[in-house]
């Protein structure tokens, strides 16, 4: 069953803009806390930021101020807004919950040159 599917992944230059999308499946939607987390080549896989069933938001370190995580919640999809991209950006972007994780999907490919 799938649970996930990431979109919106795409090749940009440094310093441009991507708005990735994450479609979940099931009813705990509303219920928990989402996340997106990024795993590039080599690399472990890395909480980028969350957004609290009430609206909360955490941002790592390295994408504060320049990522904005949002919700629907009536479509049961989260996204992140992506500005300012680095070349070190570069990664497979996932989405799950982090405090009850769910089988990981796919991903979406965010490719930034410099």
């Known amino acids: 069953q799938v649970q996930f599917v990431e979109s919106g992944g795409d090749l940009v230059q440094s310093g441009g803009s991507l708005r990735l999308s994450c479609a979940a499946s099931g009813e705990i939607f509303n219920s928990y806390t989402m996340g997106w987390y990024r795993q590039a080549p080599g690399k472990r896989r890395d909480l980028v930021a969350t957004?609290?069933?009430?609206?909360?938001?955490y941002y790592a370190d390295f994408v504060k101020g320049r990522f904005t995580i949002s919700r629907d919640r009536a479509k049961n999809t989260v996204f992140l807004q992506m500005n300012s991209l680095k070349p070190e950006d570069t990664a497979v972007y996932y989405c799950?919950?982090?405090?009850?994780?769910?089988?990981w999907g796919q991903g979406t490919q965010v490719t930034v040159s410099s």
């Open positions: 799950n919950y982090p405090h009850r994780p769910l089988t």
């Open positions: 957004i609290s069933i009430d609206g909360n938001t």
